[in-house]
Nanobody, 125 residues
Framework: VQLQASGGGLVQAGGSLRLSCAAS????????MGWFRHVPGKEREFVAA????????YYGDSVKGRFYISRDNAKNTVFLQMNSLKPEDTAVYYC???????????????????WGQGTLVTVSS
């Protein structure tokens, strides 16, 4: 599966952005999807993940209550709604996919096989 992330940009603290990740192929609904972010000099950080059917979601501690992940399997797209953005949310955001296992959703980089190119989110103070 090929992934294309979009929706990043510059926003003021307290604002909102919605990221999208469009997937190619006809088997999107068989993948768990995740969002990660990366700041140079730091490890890639787990942000959110959603299972193949969309009824199970996990969030990183730093974004709980502010970010929301969703998916539209008919449109082969996963979304990340980001609210109450903070300067520390500034990063390159990546979407990722892994074949659904029916077990707990992956929350580590190593559990995902496919990665998008990333989209930059900059939050100004």
């Amino acid at each position: 599966v090929q992934l294309q992330a979009s929706g990043g940009g510059l926003v003021q603290a307290g604002g909102s952005l919605r990221l999208s990740c469009a997937a190619s192929g006809r088997t999107f609904s068989t993948y768990d999807m995740g969002w990660f972010r990366h700041v140079p000099g730091k490890e890639r950080e787990f942000v959110a993940a959603i299972n193949w059917i969309g009824n199970s979601k996990y969030y990183g501690d730093s974004v709980k209550g502010r970010f929301y992940i969703s998916r539209d399997n008919a449109k082969n797209t996963v979304f990340l709604q980001m609210n109450s953005l903070k300067p520390e949310d500034t990063a390159v955001y990546y979407c990722a996919a892994r074949s659904a296992t029916g077990l707990s959703i992956g929350r580590s980089v190593n559990e995902y096989n496919y990665w998008g190119q990333g989209t930059l989110v900059t939050v100004s103070s």
